[in-house]
């Protein structure tokens, strides 16, 4: 009995389970069974903090997309900075094409966010694998980005000076499907 934990005992951090083994199998096979439990567990620590790299950027920017949905970046707030813009590169427009201008700039900001946020989940979701599932990674991202988008709104309709729309959802929908044509056109042109 002794010989069989002896043998255990080159493996301290192997999980628990392991340390049992000793009661079913033979010194030997313990061992093994030990040392395979063990390189498995390690695998799927540095698997943890390999794809890591890859999710922080898109946690990263699915906060700053939710930080973009509180007031400070509401329709009167971004107005103090493009109207004055506007006015000062072209003088000549009126009250209503600068209006006109400024709401194309903030739906131009959804697609963009959401165009980014797609690429971002389409690398993680790949996490640098080799294999070709450019339709399931694309999906994933949609799927996730559009997702993100209906929370981002519903988040905003609890913001007073924000409001919640379905045109924007499918503004960041629009940024999202961009996102996967890109990511996919890339990652294609790259395995020629």
Known sequence: MSGRLISLARYP????VCKTLHLLFS???????AHITKISFIRGKMSFIRNLKYWVPVLLWMSFIFWMSTGTFSAENTSLIIVPILRFLMPFLSSETVNMIHGVVRKLGHVTEYFILGILLFRAFRSGSRELRIRRWAFAS??????YAASDEFHQSFVSTRTASLFDVGMDALGGLLAQGASALRHLSRQR
Do not use: E, G, T
Request: glycine share 0%.
């Open 27 to 33: 010194p030997l096979q313990s061992a093994k069974i």
């Open 142 to 147: 949609f799927l996730v980005a559009v997702l």
């Open 13 to 16: 951090k192997a999980p628990s």
